[in-house]
Structure formats: C-alpha cells, structure tokens
C-alpha cells in the first residue's frame, strides 16, 4: 500500500465506512508539481471533472453531471464544498474565489449521495477541503513557481504549536501575464487559523480567509477559431476591456469540538462570508454584493447494538443570505448613448436559506456486512425582488425528504463491494430565477425583468461499486444511475453573453449514468526505487429520456470518455519524475447535438528533486508537450444552423514550461 500521512490515513479510514464512491487527496502528492489552479489538485479523481479555462480561477467542475450547464459564472452548483467541515456551499452558490490549494493539507471527495454526512443533498454530492494547521506545518516555508505565459505565484506560510494553542498562516500572490489574449490573472490571499485545546475532550479552532482576484476574460472561441489560434480572444470583444473584479472576499468560521465520552463527540461551526464581485463584461457591469452566514451542529456516536457495531451521525446545518444584491450599471457609453457611466439600469435583491437535517446510521448486520440507513429533510425557501426600473417579486418555500440506503461487505481485507441507492434534492441557486421575461423598452432593455419559477431538481441514483487491493494494485470501481427530474439547465446566447445573464429552466426528465474507475499500481520496486501507474477513467453518459425538443439526445457540456493516466518513477534518493497525459473525447456544444469540439490528448512531463528528511524540493513541469489545441471547456449553446459554429469554446493553454521550488525550516 501506499504510505499517507496520518490525518490522510484517518480521513480515509472514515471515508471507507460509506458505502460508496469516495477519495482523499493528499496535498503531499499534489505539490511535487505545478498548484497553479484547483484544477491540478484535481487530477487522477474518477469522475470529477474539473478544468480551470485560461489558467483562471474560475474552477469549471462536475461529479455525476452536475452543474454542467453552469458556465463561467461566479458561482459552482450541483456540489457542496466545506472547509474544514463546515458548509462553504450557500443559497447562492459556491463562491470560487477562496479556493487556493495552497495551504490545504488534503481534501476528501464523497461523490452523489455519499455526501449525506455533511448534509450534501446535491446530484454532485460534497467536497471537504482541510486546512494545514500549526500541527502538521513547517515553522517558516517559502515556496515560488514559475514558467510561461508570465506566471509567478509565490507562498509563504508559518505554523507551530505553543503550548496549548496552534497557529497557521499561508499567504499567497499570483501573476499571469496568459496564454490567451485578455487572460491576465492577478491574485493575493490569506489563509490563517488558530487552534485551542482546552483540554484533551474540547478544542476550538477560528479560521479566517481572504482572497481578492482580477481576472480578464477571453470570451468564448468557436472550434475553428481554437484550430487556427487558440490564444486569439473574440474579435468583437477586443476593446472593450472585458474582466472580472473579486475585491475582496473574507471568510471567517469558527469550529467547536467536543468529546462527550468514548462514544460520541459533538462539533459545532458557524460561519460568515463576504463576497463583493464586479463582472465588467457586456454593455453592463454586474456588481454583486454576497454576505451570508451559515452554522453547523454534528454528532456522532458509536453503539454497540446486539454485540454489533453501529454508528449514527445526525446533523443539521442552515446557511441563511443578510443580503444579496445584483446591480446592473452602464458600462458601455456606445450601448447607452446619454447616459453617463456607472448610471444604475436594474437593481435586484435575492433572499433564501438552505437548512438540511440529516441523521445515519451503519450498523454491522453480521460479520463484516454493513447497513447503511439515512434520510435529510431539506428546507431551501427562495425569494427574489427587482426594484429598479421596475418591481417585481417572487417567493417559494421547498420542502423535501431524501432517504438514502446502502451496504457494504468486505469479502477480503483486501476486497469489498458496496451499493447504495439515494435521493437527491437541489434548489435552484437563488440568482437563477432571474430567468423571466426580458425588458423590451426603457434603459434595462434587453436584460431580465421577470422571475421564473423554477423547481429543484431531484434525482433518484442507484449505485454500485467495489475497492480493494490485489497484487500491488488499488483500484475502485463503480457504475452509477440517476433518474433526474426537473434538471436545472441553462444555455448561452449572444443576448446573454451580452447582458451576463444566463437563462435558467428545468428539463424534461433525464438520465445520468457513468462508470467510475480509479488504479494505482506499484509496477516495479528495487532497493526502496519504485515505478508506479496511477490511472482514472470516467464514462459518462447524460440523455434526454423523451424530449419534446431533442428526444433522446445527449445533455451537451462534458466528455463521454475521459482519461488521465500516469507513470510515476520515485527514487529512494528523493528523485522523481513522470509523464502523464489526459485524453477527451469530443465535447458536445449544442442540445441539437449538431456541435461538438474537437477530442484530444495531451502530455505533461514533471521532474523533481525532495531532499531526503528534509522540507526542500525543486521541480520542472512541462505542460502540453505536443503544444495541442484543444477546449478545456465547453457552454452550450441551443442550436446551430447551417453549419454555422458558435462560439461556445474556452481555450486550453499551449506548451509551457514552469519550475518551482519550496524550502520549509522549523
């Protein structure tokens, strides 16, 4: 097997109890290479799919088929993400900005309905970051990348235990110049924590974030604008200044743990977050003001019922807006002749919370088969209102139950199979009921006037799978089936790319199924020398069931097949290098299914340098090798005709060359 450090090695132990697809990612392996964006940590996890366009900050990611239709706006749907336990995910959305993985230390990933435990009632189900603390850090580290398209990032972070207290503190700044014209990248972040221990049973830890970003925007390509010249932005669009501004978002969360007796602890967390944004984009900038709070409380116990094991988790968490606010402001003089800059065309304010209850249970029937029983109740009321320049409103309330049951045997220490079958729930984020009607005289002519009503979308999934080790590999597979109803899809037109305004609604009932493979084998070891493969490939297969409009056609937005695949050479001495390359086959970008980007494959080649017993490494990274150009993303768009390419494609980086180095004292 493969040596983790021991809080991986706890995070995988508990993640092993759930019946169904999960993982852990540990920092360690992450960093002996380029951590430019999210996505790279993201790398090897079957069935996640997750791209950073133009090497932003933008994290483009789905499990399952969620959110695929979600483009590249402010806000993730269809996953819950956490930091350290507690909900990052809010009615809006998941907010982008304060995802750095520097400073993390691993992140556990519970695909579908395995998420139940946090609460997750989303198709796409949780992803947990966990953050370094002064007990697992170095005294002082220093770390710099760098390489092409003028990308610097540099991190240094402190961390140390006194006495009972501990501290953590990561400070990031980032650079880039881009691949692609109008991809400038700037970044600055702080991520710090403090940690107290009361006594042996209770401590409490505070966490504070802050992150602020600037980040121009390429628009979208059309496929043979990415043939011809990948680093090219929409003509059109050339002038007009086209970026998006996050100036300053501030996270703070508090985490209460208490051990009540050898049986059960009790966690309590609570946090707020701010999230100015201004989207300087089309005829209009979109500003955004997001504050929310949020507060969590866990238990967990472990029983013995009739001489056999049994766990029960019960849980609720609510995540409540004080105020959200949409305003759309002249930006463009040519678009709104007599109107000065900045002058206010539309005001929107957004109201809902997301509350989830949420209770399991696993107890051993008979030896080593496990039952998993759980249901969430889900409580997400929505409310919008438009107050300039005109009024309009809307208000829902949603109630839904999501019970969820599963097994497990392990047949073999080294073998065990699962299956599990579970309902999900998710409400539409609160700023996509500004789906209406649009204004057709006035100055907000064009953009959306009207709220639409939406429903969440629920699915029901049944999944099944098995893990294991044999013979120096570790594998997990698993298929899984969703019956999606009311999905939540949107689609891009010129109108919308114009306004920033996507149109929201719900489909006609759909299918998501995939098949979900993960290996890792040691192909070759030698006096402490080992050669390893590590390989993901995912199927996915999303489908209209009978619709109106497109029959049985795919959901457009993301690959059937995707693979990512690495040789891996370790040298006692504390060399490494490795060759990795990833393979997609072609995109679907229109729901008539007439569009599609082209497949590709491409090469990276990583070497390094770790000092043995010491916290020092060097490495050089060369990404796309073969200088492919290729889409890393794609938004649908509803049609083509006549053979007519819209632009719907966001373009990869070429080949580039970066290097880095780390150096960490107590």
């Not at 235990?161 to 972040?189: A, C, E, H, M, P």
């Not at 304010?349 to 998993?372: A, K």
């Not at 209209?544 to 001495?573: C, S, V």
């Amino acid at each position: 097997m493969h040596h983790h450090s021991a809080a991986t090695h706890q995070a995988e132990v508990y993640l092993k109890t759930i019946p169904g697809g999960t993982s852990v990612i540990d920092a360690a392996t992450v960093l002996k290479g380029r951590n430019a964006t999210n996505a790279d940590a993201f790398k090897y996890q079957a069935g996640v799919f997750a791209q950073a366009p133009c090497g932003s900050d933008d994290l483009r990611i789905s499990i399952r088929g969620s959110g695929i239709q979600t483009g590249l706006n402010a806000t993730r749907a269809g996953i819950m993400f956490l930091f350290d336990d507690i909900p990052l995910t809010t009615p809006i959305g998941t907010v982008n900005e304060l995802q750095e993985p520097l400073g993390i230390r691993y992140t556990e990933i519970m695909r579908g309905g395995n998420g139940i435990d946090f609460g997750s009632t989303q198709l796409g189900g949780a992803i947990n970051y966990v953050t370094q603390t002064g007990y697992n850090s170095q005294r002082y580290q220093a770390r710099v990348e760098a390489g092409s398209f003028g990308y610097v990032k540099e991190q240094l972070s402190s961390g140390t235990v006194i006495g009972k207290s501990d501290y953590y503190l990561s400070v990031t700044n980032s650079y880039r110049g881009g691949y692609q014209d109008n991809t400038k990248t700037t970044n600055f972040g702080v991520n710090f924590n403090y940690g107290y221990k009361f006594s042996d049973n209770v401590d409490n830890r505070f966490f504070f974030r802050y992150r602020q970003t600037w980040e121009g925007n390429p628009y979208y390509l059309t496929r043979d604008q990415i043939r011809d010249n990948p680093r090219q932005m929409q003509p059109e669009y050339a002038t007009w200044g086209t970026k998006t501004i996050e100036p300053g978002t501030k996270y703070a969360a508090d985490r209460l743990r208490i051990r009540i007796d050898d049986q059960s602890r009790l966690t309590v967390g609570f946090a707020y977050l701010n999230a100015p944004m201004d989207h300087e984009l089309g005829n209009t900038s979109s500003l955004y003001n997001i504050d929310y709070a949020t507060g969590m409380v866990n238990y967990t116990r472990q029983d013995k019922l009739l001489g056999h094991a049994s766990d029960t988790d019960i849980g609720i968490y609510t995540s409540h807006d004080l105020d959200a606010t949409i305003e759309n402001r002249v930006r463009r003089q040519a678009a709104y002749p007599g109107y000065a800059l900045g002058t206010l065309v539309t005001r929107s304010h957004l109201g809902g919370s997301d509350t989830v209850f949420h209770v399991r249970n696993n107890t051993e029937i008979f030896h080593n088969f496990w039952l998993t029983a759980a249901g969430a109740l889900s409580y997400t009321p929505r409310s919008g209102s438009q107050t300039y320049p005109q009024t309009s409103s809307f208000s829902q309330n949603a109630l839904y139950f999501a019970p969820r049951a599963g097994f497990r045997y392990v047949i073999t220490p080294n073998i065990e199979v699962y299956g599990n079958v579970s309902r999900s729930v998710q409400s539409p984020q609160d700023w996509q009921y500004l789906s209406g009607a649009n204004y057709t005289s006035g100055i907000a002519t064009g953009l959306t006037k009207d709220w639409a009503r939406l429903r969440p979308q629920t699915a029901t999934t049944f999944e099944v799978g098995t893990s294991g080790h044999f013979a120096g590999t570790e594998w997990s597979v698993t298929y899984y089936h969703s019956a999606v109803h009311n999905e939540l899809l949107a689609v891009a037109t010129p109108n919308s790319i114009l306004y920033n305004n996507s149109t929201y609604g719900n489909a006609s009932p759909t299918t998501h199924q995939g098949v979900e493979t993960s290996f890792h084998s040691t192909l070759y070891k030698w006096q402490g020398n080992i050669i390893s493969l590590r390989q993901a490939y995912t199927f996915q297969s999303f489908r209209f069931n009978h619709d109106a409009t497109w029959g049985h056609n795919y959901i457009p937005g993301i690959p059937r097949h995707f693979y990512q695949g690495e040789l891996h050479l370790d040298m006692k001495n504390g060399f490494y290098t490795s060759v990795d390359v990833e393979v997609s086959s072609s995109v679907l970008a229109s729901y008539d299914n007439q569009y599609k980007a082209a497949p590709y494959h491409i090469y990276n080649f990583d070497i390094g340098y770790l000092w043995p017993n010491k916290h020092r490494q060097v490495f050089l990274s060369l990404h796309n090798l073969a200088n492919k150009h290729y889409a890393t993303g794609v938004v649908p768009v509803y049609s083509t005709t006549n053979g007519q390419q819209p632009a719907a494609m966001l373009s990869g980086d070429g080949f580039g060359i970066f290097a880095g180095v780390s150096i960490g004292f107590n």
